[in-house]
Nanobody
Framework: QVQLVESGGGLVQPGGSLRLSCTAS????????MGWYRQAPGKQRAMVAA??????IYTESAKGRFTISGDNAKNTVYLQMNSLRPEDTTVYYC?????????WGQGTQVTVSS
């Protein structure tokens, strides 16, 4: 059974940076097509960034600030987040892209505040 474990969240000031990591463990798992998602209070969980092979996709909010990448040898997907804003505050999750509703991990909390 595959488990996705997110880490790297924390408290950062506006304009700061964080790098989130998502590691897959358990059964053999390909990170060929993965995404980072977030769920703001009162809203549905939505994709922020995704990578499929060599192609990356970003929401307008993430474009130019976030970078998704993967390390196949480590079975890990990263989300480098720069120029963070208070509205980026929420829990971040990784999952396949498109997502699989049986694969959600516990997420990692990102708080952007002065």
């Amino acid at each position: 059974q595959v488990q996705l474990v997110e880490s790297g969240g924390g408290l950062v000031q506006p304009g700061g940076s964080l790098r989130l990591s998502c590691t897959a463990s358990g059964s053999p798992f390909s990170i060929f097509a993965m995404g980072w998602y977030r769920q703001a209070p009162g809203k549905q969980r939505a994709m922020v960034a995704a990578i499929s092979g060599g192609t990356t996709i970003y929401t307008e909010s993430a474009k130019g600030r976030f970078t998704i990448s993967g390390d196949n040898a480590k079975n890990t997907v990263y989300l480098q987040m720069n120029s963070l804003r208070p509205e980026d505050t929420t829990v971040y999750y990784c999952n396949r892209f498109p997502r699989s509703d049986i694969l959600w991990g516990q997420g990692t909390q990102v708080t952007v505040s002065s």
